[in-house]
């Protein structure tokens, strides 16, 4: 059985590696360097798709590699804050919903960098409030709509989208073939010269409900436990276990939810709220980190073709 004394001995106990310990950012200066880096790999990698953002963005990252201290400085994330501003905007009709909330973060940042606060209290308080209100909207929203919880939303995803095909071709025994088709149904569904054709019904099966109404009921009762642990005051068991809670959240979603920027912005913002008595923790966020990426190859695909 877990003794949560040792966990806790562990998890608080100075780092033999150098390298590891920085990772840690038990000193404010380490914990700054490693919360900009990965917020950095985030617009990089899955910034604002938008020719405005990226030719000036890459101006910016030249600029970084050759003076890194640009990192903590606060005009250049007020700049970076201005051209992901100006891409959202001119993109708003097609952003993704994480795309605002990275752009409160990268604000955040340039709030933090640019005032003489406590850096790592003013991120942590940051984090804990855009995490906090990403839960309860997303409670609400699902509370709220008309075929969330009944597993209605999901089994009409788990047939439509290619992203979650081959979950469901897993699962269920379903073959592939039926996700194509229902693909093509909804494609043509979807077309105005083809309104006055004879409508068709999409596949399904019982075997997807009951998986649509696992993947609805489990997300929804982590978001909720996730919302409710961010507002107490907790012990120090307390605070692994919610950190431990939103790890599971995060490994079994961004799995087959291939929404990797929404993930790695998660993964900040779990690591900025871990205390430093248990810093040890955020090698942990930093090991999810580098698993969304390794999510970011389509290995479902490798155990069920989908055409």
């Known amino acids: 059985m877990l003794n949560p004394d040792a ?13 590891l310990e920085k990772l840690c950012g038990r000193e404010q200066q380490d914990f700054l360097a490693v919360v900009g880096a990965l917020t950095l790999g985030i617009l990089i990698f899955h910034g604002f798709p938008h020719v405005y953002f990226a030719i000036p ?6 600029s970084y590699l050759v003076w890194p201290a ?15 501003t100006a891409a959202l905007w001119l993109n708003w009709t097609h952003a993704d919903n994480h795309k605002y909330l990275l752009c409160y973060w990268v604000f955040s940042l340039f709030l933090a960098f640019d005032n003489g606060l406590d850096r790592p209290a003013f991120l942590r308080r940051c984090a804990r409030y855009l ?17 969330y919880l009944s597993g209605d939303f999901f089994e009409f995803i788990l047939m439509t ?14 073959e592939a073939e039926l996700f194509s088709e229902n693909r093509q149904l909804y494609v043509r ?7 006055d054709q004879a409508t068709a019904t999409l596949h399904s099966s019982e075997a997807l409900h009951r ?20 507002l107490l005051p907790l012990s120090r068991r307390g605070e692994i276990f919610k950190h431990l809670l939103l790890m ?10 291939p929404v990797i920027g929404f993930g790695w912005l998660i993964i900040i913002w779990g690591y900025c709220l871990v205390p430093n008595e248990v810093a040890g923790l955020r090698l942990g966020y930093l090991g999810l980190f580098l698993l969304l990426c390794v999510y970011e190859f389509p290995w479902l695909s490798l155990l069920v073709y989908s055409p």
């Open 7 to 19: 966990i806790y001995q562990r998890l608080s106990t100075t780092l033999k590696s150098p390298l």
């Open 57 to 62: 963005f890459q101006l910016l990252v030249i």
């Open 70 to 84: 640009l990192l903590r400085q606060g005009p250049f994330w007020f700049v970076v804050f201005l051209f992901s």
């Open 131 to 147: 995490l906090f209100f990403t839960m309860v909207m997303a409670v609400v929203q699902k509370t709220f709509s008309p075929d």
């Open 161 to 174: 989208d290619s992203r979650f095909s081959a979950l469901g071709s897993l699962v269920t025994g379903m």
């Open 189 to 195: 569904a979807l077309d105005p010269l083809l309104a």
């Open 211 to 230: 998986l649509a109404l696992i993947i609805t009921w489990v997300n929804y009762i982590d978001q909720i436990a996730i919302a409710i642990m961010l």
């Open 248 to 257: 599971a959240f995060i490994i079994p979603v961004y799995a087959v939810a």
